[in-house]
């Protein structure tokens, strides 16, 4: 199985490094003979291409089988008058493989709900999976600039399609079948046009194809407050692109750190792309402390959705519990009196702690 690695900048190097050595190892416990194939993305290939997706890593992961990246950007890129910019490369790729679908469980761990900036009552057993559209809506509609007068005015579109509600409409209920049969939409349909589209759409899907599922509706503003009052009350929660960007991002704080999370794109056939969900870091970047948990964690997603392989996900998870549990950390999440271990140790420990049983 061919996995196209990409690095990417600032953290993303160091910590798809230890991601790659859990998947050797991986592989060699489970039989298993994965080719890896390491592409530029992002800042580095604007740098040596001028291009932040350049064509050769283009085509490398659209003959993959699944992709595992790392993190793009960092202040050398950020001149709003560049050219291009890193996230372009980001953005670009999830349209040109067909990546619908943004996956994101936040999930807290027992042994490290106190790291949450909420209290315990509140945060401990909250296990939700997002699900965002992702190609479509503002982010991907019209938009523009003019002038007129001694004014400058922009705008940005919103804008979706009946078929693109209804896919990753079932993508998300489909997950919720797999959990606690329990699906959330998010939209603000009193007062946005494509709100009420979705939902409709939503409406109509879940009652004609998925009857056994428990289904609400919930407003953006009000699900940004349930977020952090009352966030155990969700399962699966499906919302457009411009909302799931903030809210998983909101969510993304319930277990303490953005370090533990990761993430999958997966679109209705190709490779998926998998990835942790926290940014470059480029104040940390090189220095070896980062942690490299939710990477791992993003490898054992692809093993799950992309390669089809639940044992050896769970067999990464497992050791990622194991970890945790005996109390090892990496800066970002250890407690007052903790020795904090490094990148290199923290994915040396997972290796080890990895087994068949």
Not at 129 to 147: A, D, H, N, P, W
Not at 151 to 164: G, R, V
Not at 288 to 315: C, D, F, H, Q, V
Request: glycine share 10%; aromatic share 6%; charged share 25%.
């Amino acid at each position: 199985m061919k996995i196209v690695l990409l690095p990417g900048d600032g953290i993303g190097p160091e910590v798809t490094a230890e991601a790659r050595k859990v998947l050797e190892r991986v592989g060699s416990l489970f039989g298993h003979a994965f080719e890896f194939d390491t592409q530029p993305i992002g800042g580095n290939a604007i740098d040596d291409f001028g291009d932040p997706l350049p064509p050769q890593t283009l085509e490398a992961c659209r003959s993959a089988d699944a992709v595992l990246l790392g993190a793009v950007g960092g202040p050398k890129w950020d001149d709003p008058n560049a050219k291009t910019r890193p996230e372009a490369g980001l953005l670009r790729i999830r349209k040109e493989l067909g990546l619908f679908a943004n996956l994101r469980p936040i999930q807290t761990f027992d042994f490290l709900v106190d790291s949450s900036p909420l209290r315990r009552e509140i945060v401990a057993g909250t296990d939700i999976m997002f699900v965002r559209e992702l190609t479509g809506g503002i982010y991907f509609g019209e938009s523009g600039l003019k002038q007129e007068g001694d004014q400058e005015i922009a705008w940005s579109t919103m804008t979706y399609s009946t078929y693109e509600i209804e896919r990753v409409v079932r993508i998300a209920a489909e997950a919720a079948r797999g959990r606690r049969k329990k699906l959330t939409m998010v939209d603000k349909a009193n007062v946005l046009e494509a709100s009420r589209l979705w939902r409709r759409v939503s409406a109509r899907v879940m009652k004609e194809e998925f009857p056994d599922i428990a289904y609400d509706v919930v407003l953006v503003d009000a699900m940004a407050m349930h977020l952090i009052s009352r966030p155990t009350a969700f399962d699966v929660v499906v919302t457009e692109n411009l909302f799931g960007d903030i809210l998983t991002d909101e969510g993304s704080m319930l277990p303490g750190s953005m370090g533990m999370l990761p993430s999958a794109s997966i679109g209705s056939d190709g490779p998926g792309l998998f990835e942790p969900i926290h940014g470059s870091a480029p104040d940390i970047a090189g220095k070896g402390i980062a942690n490299p948990l939710a990477t791992i964690l993003a490898a054992a997603m692809m093993l799950r959705y992309s390669l089809k392989l639940e044992a050896e996900a769970k067999a990464i998870e497992t050791a990622v519990d194991k970890v945790l549990a005996a109390g090892h950390r990496t800066g970002d999440i250890a407690r007052s009196g903790e020795t904090p271990l490094g990148t290199t140790a923290m994915g040396q420990l997972v290796v080890e702690a990895l087994s068949k049983e």
